[in-house]
């Protein structure tokens, strides 16, 4: 009997550590590709905690420039690695207000080594229909960091139209006029766990400050 106690209570300890390692947010690097007409940009974001670091890169994998996003402060830092400048990016944009019809379809499939569930979020007035194929890891810093960028970009507005949509990443979003014309396209390329480095998500030694005037 007391045997069994054991391995009982072993086998319980084991899959409290499974879930929550489960539990603990995505801390690692992903890596996209953004498509609008001709035009195709490469991005890597690192993760760790509140923080993200967002590399523009160009098609030689060089990196031409980069965000620093603190979600739990709201601020974000813009890097000029060439020019060795660093600037505070103010957030003043006004939330813009839209209705939207947000369907979760139960539709899935595999994509980036993810079992992705397909949401759309439509709106006649907008004249737009977001198609997002969505995965879930605890990627808890995704809406945070686009509430704090604060951007105009369809692709990231209609994706704050979803409820429920905590912890999951698109690995593919769709943008699309309603006559089924494409406007623009985000697409993951690979995603990697593991921990990533507390300096990157500083301003490096030796930049300057950008003051505005």
């Not at 006649?124 to 604060?150: G, I, S």
């Not at 301003?203 to 003051?211: Q, R, S």
């Amino acid at each position: 009997m007391k045997g069994s106690l054991r391995t009982l209570a072993m086998a319980g300890g084991i899959a409290a550590t499974v879930v929550a390692l489960q539990a603990q947010s995505f801390e690692g690097t992903i890596e996209f590709t953004k498509t609008t007409g001709p035009v195709v940009t490469n991005y890597k974001y690192f993760i760790k905690g509140d923080h993200v670091r967002i590399e523009e890169l160009s098609s030689r994998g060089n990196v031409q420039g980069i965000m620093l996003v603190d979600n739990h402060d709201r601020t974000v830092t813009a890097l000029s690695p060439d020019r060795k400048l660093y600037m505070d990016v103010p957030n003043m944009r006004l939330p813009k207000d839209f209705k939207a019809e947000v369907k979760k379809t139960g539709e899935m499939k595999d994509m980036a080594g993810y079992k992705c569930e397909k949401w759309t979020v439509k709106s006649p007035a907008e004249d737009r229909q977001l198609t997002y194929w969505v995965a879930q890891d605890a990627f808890n810093f995704f809406v945070p960091m686009l509430e704090t960028l604060n951007r105009k970009d369809e692709q990231a507005l209609f994706f704050l139209k979803i409820e429920g949509a905590k912890g999951v990443f698109p690995m593919l979003g769709v943008e699309q006029k309603l006559d089924g014309s494409e406007v623009s396209r985000l697409e993951v390329t690979k995603v990697t766990r593991g921990a990533q480095k507390a300096d990157l998500f500083q301003v490096p030694a030796g930049f300057t400050k950008f003051e505005r005037n």
